[in-house]
């Protein structure tokens, strides 16, 4: 999750409206640049990419790179149970894990805000995960859900 790129919070009131909008931001990151704000920074100033020779692509047919980057593992706090995990793919934990991060930036994590309904977060992802994007596009093409009723086992 990302917002402004100031290291700061920063709250806004846009009053020229009858309706009162405020937005919080904060920044929460998984990415292979970092998984905190201040080590994303660090990375972007030096100058240096995280891109990397990706050795298990070498056998994909037709595959004209084999350059990526990836994620490095993150840990996941105890209320990431197998219960909660259940049916979230890596993505999804990403997505999860970011977003929490960024409320924690913002100050807002475990404020009954949150959950009242009054306010929203705003998440962007290019992708999800890649079993289940192939799941999807096997039910469209096969116009059955059975292969995509099955929930990942590992992160």
Not at 44 to 60: F, Q, Y
Not at 126 to 133: E, L
Not at 140 to 145: F, L, S, V
Request: aromatic fraction near 4%.
């Amino acid at each position: 999750m990302s917002a402004s790129n100031s290291s700061s919070n920063h709250i806004n009131t846009d009053m020229r409206s009858h309706k009162r909008r405020v937005v919080v931001t904060g920044i929460g990151a998984l990415s292979p640049l970092g998984h905190d704000w201040e080590t994303v920074r660090r990375q972007l100033h030096s100058g240096r990419n995280v891109i990397r020779r990706m050795e298990e692509w070498a056998d994909i047919e037709g595959l004209n790179t084999q350059l990526g980057c990836t994620v490095p593992e993150f840990d996941l706090p105890a209320h990431y149970n197998r219960k909660t995990m259940r049916s979230m793919g890596r993505v999804a934990l990403m997505a999860t894990r970011a977003s929490e991060l960024a409320l924690e930036q913002a100050g807002l994590l475990g404020d009954p805000l949150v959950k009242s309904g009054a306010m929203g977060v705003a998440f962007g992802s290019s992708a999800g995960t890649p079993a289940a994007i192939g799941d999807f596009g096997r039910m469209i093409a096969e116009k059955t859900t059975e292969a995509s009723t099955r929930t990942p086992t590992s992160r």
